[in-house]
């Protein structure tokens, strides 16, 4: 599904605060053959004018390679097809997120000190809505979070400084490990407590995972490191890293694409791991509650990236039916917990949902719509029912007057 909300491994993205407007905004654009009149769509206050960003990355470019680095990270389903519950994945380059994200506190001066540039963190389960270990004991959860540093010798100095911090400590209790198929992992567990982390420099990156397991085994442990390196390592032979000096090169909307995403205020706008950002396809497979359904639907619809705006997304396929293909599966992946609702018959293919009793009103919104355009899918979400009506209607009209 595409989330705008959180799961417990990252900070909540709280509901927006019920809006009723009063009154319906202007819409732009003229009628084209075949074509509804989206001047006489009830968009609200939403923007549905043909925009550009502005694209200087200002001092963001290192946030922007952040974005890039989605496609960084294997989902866990690649790990193992068991591990099909997503729990979201972001982008940060702030030391202490990355640490309160998916490091142990005493990690922060680590990063401060060897100067992270920027990461991506994902995390997968075989259970799903994991509020912490007391509430699955038998579950198994892989996070993974991909660092990158300035050059091959500050991340393989990280590394060893992060594998360090961590195992010292407690020292007395913790005990290290090794891997033959990967000599230059620094890995440790505490035998007794089922789970096991690690960090290996590759490249310019440093690759931390911390599995959790059912039972505090050191063979099996190291067997899902081993797992996890596996699928880890390949994904980063197929990333291309922009160089360092020329962060600053990286546009913020290179291709239109946040400029499609119906807000009600585009002013001030800036790079943001969760409000303002562009991510690969790859994000949505972290995201989803079925990884492996939602990895093949993204394969075949050739979605090639999703831009996030406050609480709305823009995805771009392959061509329409790829486009229909997606919408169909991310519906689908979220069908559990929201049902289907009256969608405005005056927007052409829209289709909504509302959340039922089995879904979590702090972390989801009560309402979303989907609407495709040519090879576009807008997504929009919000906890009045008649502020995501005009805005499915907005996401339209912008499609329609930009594309």
Known sequence: MVRSARKPLFAVYLSLTAVVLAACGSVHGTPVAG?????????????????????????????????????????????????????????????????????????????ERNNLLAAFAASGSDRADLSGREDAPDSTTVTNMVLRFADEQTAATAAQELEDADFDVAPELNRKLSL????????????????????????????????????????DLLDWVRKALDAQVPV??????????????????????????????????????????????????????????????????????????????VIRTRDAAGAE???????????????TTDAPKEVPGARCVRLNSKGDSETEY??????????YIGVVSSDDESDVRQRVAAQYALFANSL
């Open 35 to 111: 074509e509804i009149d989206v001047r006489e769509l009830e968009v609200g206050a939403y923007s549905t004018d043909k925009y550009r960003y502005d694209q200087d990355a200002g001092n963001s470019g290192a946030l922007l390679e952040g974005f890039r680095m989605s496609e960084a990270v294997a989902p866990t389903v690649a790990i193992d097809p068991a591990l099909v519950y997503g729990r979201g994945g972001r982008a940060t380059t702030d030391a202490a997120d990355a640490t309160e994200t998916a490091l142990a506190a005493v990690s922060e001066p680590v990063l």
């Open 180 to 219: 033959s198929q990967y000599p230059d992992a620094h890995i440790h567990w505490r035998p007794g407590i089922a789970t096991v982390g690690a960090f290996m420099a590759y490249r310019d990156f440093v690759i931390s995972l911390f599995i959790e397991r059912p039972e505090a085994v050191e063979q």
């Open 236 to 313: 980063l032979d197929k990333f291309e890293p922009t160089a360092q000096s020329q962060f600053s090169s990286l546009e913020v909307d290179p291709d239109g694409l946040l400029a499609r995403v119906t807000v009600k205020d585009r002013s001030g706008m800036e790079p943001d791991p969760r409000l303002f950002n562009i991510y690969g396809p790859t994000k949505l497979v972290h995201n989803a509650n079925d990884q492996s359904k939602i990895r093949k639907a993204v394969q075949d619809s050739g979605a090639e990236a999703m831009a996030n705006a406050d609480t709305g997304s």
């Open 325 to 339: 293909l997606l919408t169909t599966a991310l519906l689908a992946d979220e069908s559990d917990h929201y049902d």
């Open 366 to 375: 009560k309402n979303r719509c989907y609407v495709t355009y040519k090879r």
